[in-house]
């Protein structure tokens, strides 16, 4: 089967820094991508790892160790609009539209 | 946005009805796939539609169907609904090639509630 771990919720102060982590387990693996959502709405793609290494998109980083089955989101210079939940995911299989969302980290980001 | 676009936005069934969710896919994206998401949970992949062909399923009974039509957009169909059905639907359609980048562009979702 197919699992994916993240911490339930995180709080952080703005300006600040927070890595939200992400482990996987999968049968086959094609790249690890994260989500934003807010308030139950449009999930929002911000990143994907399919190498190991980071990847730098502005303010958000994303992180992939494929010999560790781990990966991390890295947002910098926190702003209140990041609170929201964050969701990493890995592809199901080789259909492109298949993913395995992790159950959601909410990111609470306070004054 | 994404220029997906469902509809419609909220409803509330009861139990044993039925109910049709629908999908506008953004312009170019033939790849459509569709989504169950309960609350506080991440979003359930349910199936995926692909040149007017279901291609690929997830762990949901056969009272899940669905449909893609030549422009590709698309429906979900649930029979039978049961209380655990109540969810947010999500729509999510990609190009075929971006797929496989992880890139997945949603709605805003179908909020269903059933009593």
């Known amino acids: 089967g197919q699992s994916l771990e993240q911490p339930s919720e995180v709080t952080a102060v703005e300006g600040a820094i927070v890595q939200i982590n992400c482990t996987y387990q999968?049968?086959?693996?094609?790249?690890l991508s994260w989500y934003q959502q807010h308030d139950g709405g449009a999930p929002t793609f911000l990143s994907y790892?399919?190498?190991?290494g980071l990847e730098e998109t502005g303010r958000f980083s994303s992180f992939l160790s494929r010999s560790d089955s781990y990966g991390y989101l890295l947002l910098q210079e926190l702003q209140m609009k990041d609170s929201a939940s964050y969701f990493c995911?890995?592809?199901?299989?080789?259909?492109?539209?298949?993913?395995?969302f992790g159950q959601g980290t909410e990111l609470s980001v306070k004054p | 946005e994404t220029g997906v676009t469902q509809s419609p936005t909220h409803l509330i069934k009861t139990r044993g009805q039925q109910v049709t969710l629908r999908c506008s896919s953004q312009?170019?994206?033939?790849?459509v796939s569709w989504y169950q998401q309960a609350l506080g949970q991440g979003p359930q992949f349910i199936f995926q539609?692909?040149?007017?062909?279901?291609?690929g399923r997830g762990n949901f009974p056969p009272r899940f169907s669905g449909l893609q039509f030549p422009n590709y957009s698309s429906e979900l169909n649930v029979n039978a609904l049961e209380l655990d059905d109540s969810a947010l639907y999500l729509c999510?359609?990609?190009?075929?090639?971006?797929?496989?980048?992880?890139?997945?562009?949603f709605g805003e979702g179908s909020r269903l509630t059933v009593l």
């Open positions: 312009s170019g994206h033939n790849t």
């Open positions: 999510a359609s990609s190009p075929r090639d971006r797929g496989h980048t992880g890139e997945l562009f």
């Open positions: 539609y692909y040149r007017e062909e279901e291609n």
């Open positions: 995911a890995v592809r199901g299989g080789n259909q492109g539209g298949k993913l395995i």
């Open positions: 999968t049968s086959g693996f094609y790249g």
């Open positions: 790892n399919a190498l190991d």
